[in-house]
């Protein structure tokens, strides 16, 4: 936050998939700060692919459940910063 407590603009940005495509980029299969980082297709050949497909995860309460919150939270990790050519609707973002 600021030091005078003015509140910050949250901004929510849509970003091409194409961006694991650029070099240094990393997954995490889960919360980056709790989980192991890897390079993309090694993540790609961890991830649990079986849960993605499942139809189980509309119900409330099934086995899978914490596998499927797992799966929510794997990140992609983009070093320094998302380039702009990325960054979906970037034009209609006031600087």
């Known amino acids: 936050m600021p030091k005078d407590n003015r509140r910050r603009r949250w901004l929510l940005l849509r970003i091409d ?3 694991i495509y650029e070099p240094g980029v990393r997954v995490s299969l889960g919360r980056s700060t709790r989980s192991e980082i890897y390079p993309v297709m090694r993540a790609y050949h961890k991830m649990d692919w079986e849960i993605a497909y499942s139809s189980d995860q509309t119900k409330s309460e099934y086995p ?3 596998r499927w919150i797992e799966f929510l939270n794997y990140e992609v990790l983009v070093p320094k910063c ?14």
């Open 17 to 19: 998939p194409d961006v």
């Open 64 to 66: 899978g459940k914490g």
């Open 82 to 95: 998302v380039p702009r050519r990325f960054i979906i609707g970037a034009d209609e973002i006031d600087p």
